[in-house]
């Protein structure tokens, strides 16, 4: 039996597009590990080909990372010792190293691990891949995993997917038969996503224009929600974990979000989705995944490329530019009617 490990040790999003890259390792493997950090593992349990699951914080990744110990390094090692895979792929964003996991895999005794990389690895890599510049991340994983010689199965298109579970019933009790727009206000970045005035001004927009809309956020959001929902929209703030927000996305007829996780999840439901993208991250990569997307936002504003977390310019002209009238023709173009009340 041949064992594989994939690693993407960031956030939500990051676990979810790399979807298509593990679909295609499970496809040459009898068996897919994942390993992700804290914050991917609620992605992770979503996409199909997982069969079980590492989680492990790494410093070199996580802000609120404890710092790097030898009882931390071990502790993986022994995990992956337990695995014993054939090969272990690392998936990283362009401006991530893959080496100092690769380095503990060889400490765990790892035969074969493949990354995409810059820098000179030494024997720390036996596949030393490259990818030009401004290809989307999804593509981007998917081609380190075929360079390894694992492809998708002749029937999948490649896409992002995700096991979508049933409403839960308490939501769908609240949202009823009645068709729907879902605005996500929340980002982990703040310059990635509107203010909350400026959100709850586009909420506010959505339901004058006839439309049913329905506020989505994490626990640590519920006040954000609130504000941004106030007395025109549901809020279900805090409400749901990350599989049931899939299922909420899945019976909407349009996803508004934010440069975040969620956007990607949308995407991976198939939903469609009105990305409010700010440019400090390259949308070319980072743009949900997907043939239903419309982006909105000032791709050419002052803090184009910048990777910052909060905002540089004053009045985040780039998201709180976007007017009413953008928003609203981008929500019926992609939509249609069959979101309004």
Same mark, same amino acid.
């Given at each position: 039996?041949?064992?594989?490990?994939?690693?993407?040790?960031?956030?939500?999003?990051?676990?979810?597009?790399?979807?298509?890259?593990?679909?295609?390792?499970?496809?040459?493997?009898? $068996?897919?590990?994942?390993?992700?950090?804290? !914050?991917?593992?609620?992605?992770?349990?979503?996409?199909?080909?997982?069969?079980?699951?590492?989680?492990?914080?790494?410093?070199?990744?996580?802000?609120?990372?404890? $710092?790097?110990?030898?009882?931390?390094?071990?502790?993986?090692?022994?995990?992956?010792?337990?695995?014993?895979?054939?090969?272990?792929?690392?998936?990283?964003?362009?401006?991530?190293?893959?080496?100092?996991?690769?380095?503990?895999?060889?400490?765990?005794?790892?035969?074969?691990?493949? =990354?995409?990389?810059?820098?000179?690895?030494?024997?720390?890599?036996?596949? !030393?891949?490259?990818?030009?510049?401004?290809?989307?991340?999804?593509?981007?994983?998917?081609?380190?995993?075929?360079?390894?010689?694992?492809?998708?199965?002749?029937?999948?298109?490649?896409?992002?997917? &995700?096991?979508?579970?049933?409403?839960?019933?308490?939501?769908?009790?609240?949202?009823?038969?009645? !068709?729907?727009?879902?605005?996500?206000?929340?980002?982990? &970045?703040?310059?990635?996503?509107?203010?909350?005035?400026?959100?709850?001004?586009?909420? =506010?927009?959505?339901?004058?224009?006839?439309?049913? &809309?329905?506020?989505?956020?994490?626990?640590?959001?519920?006040?954000?929600?609130?504000?941004?929902?106030?007395?025109?929209?549901?809020?279900?703030?805090?409400?749901?974990?990350?599989?049931?927000?899939?299922?909420?996305?899945?019976?909407?007829?349009?996803? &508004?979000?934010?440069?975040?996780?969620?956007?990607?999840?949308?995407?991976?439901?198939?939903?469609?989705?009105?990305?409010?993208?700010?440019?400090?991250?390259?949308?070319?990569?980072?743009?949900?995944?997907?043939?239903?997307?419309?982006?909105?936002?000032?791709?050419?504003?002052?803090?184009?490329?910048?990777?910052? !977390?909060?905002?540089?310019?004053?009045?985040?002209?780039?998201?709180?530019?976007?007017?009413?009238?953008?928003?609203?023709?981008?929500?019926?173009?992609?939509? $249609?009617?069959?979101?309004?009340?």
């Amino acid at each position: 039996m041949t064992r594989a490990v994939v690693a993407r040790l960031d956030s939500a999003g990051d676990v979810l597009i790399t979807g298509p890259a593990v679909r295609a390792v499970a496809d040459r493997h009898d $068996g897919v590990t994942l390993l992700v950090g804290p !914050r991917g593992h609620a992605a992770a349990e979503l996409l199909p080909g997982v069969a079980d699951i590492i989680e492990w914080q790494a410093p070199w990744v996580d802000f609120d990372s404890p $710092g790097l110990t030898a009882d931390h390094v071990d502790a993986l090692v022994k995990q992956l010792r337990d695995v014993a895979p054939e090969r272990v792929y690392i998936l990283t964003s362009f401006h991530q190293s893959p080496l100092p996991l690769a380095l503990i895999c060889r400490m765990a005794a790892v035969p074969w691990v493949g =990354a995409i990389c810059e820098d000179y690895p030494g024997t720390l890599l036996d596949l !030393r891949h490259h990818v030009q510049s401004g290809v989307p991340e999804p593509e981007r994983a998917l081609s380190l995993v075929r360079a390894a010689s694992c492809e998708l199965p002749a029937d999948d298109d490649g896409r992002l997917r &995700v096991r979508v579970p049933p409403l839960p019933a308490d939501i769908a009790e609240i949202l009823g038969a009645a !068709r729907f727009v879902v605005f996500h206000p929340g980002a982990a &970045v703040p310059a990635r996503r509107p203010t909350t005035a400026r959100s709850a001004r586009m909420v =506010a927009a959505l339901a004058a224009a006839g439309h049913r &809309v329905v506020v989505t956020g994490d626990p640590a959001e519920r006040d954000l929600t609130a504000t941004v929902a106030g007395d025109v929209a549901v809020d279900l703030g805090g409400r749901t974990s990350l599989a049931g927000l899939a299922a909420v996305y899945a019976a909407a007829a349009v996803v &508004v979000a934010p440069n975040t996780g969620p956007a990607h999840l949308a995407a991976a439901v198939g939903a469609p989705v009105v990305s409010l993208f700010a440019p400090v991250v390259p949308a070319s990569q980072w743009s949900p995944y997907g043939d239903r997307v419309i982006r909105l936002g000032d791709q050419d504003a002052a803090c184009r490329l910048t990777r910052a !977390r909060v905002c540089p310019v004053d009045g985040h002209p780039c998201l709180d530019g976007i007017t009413d009238d953008d928003l609203l023709d981008a929500v019926n173009r992609i939509g $249609g009617q069959q979101c309004h009340r």
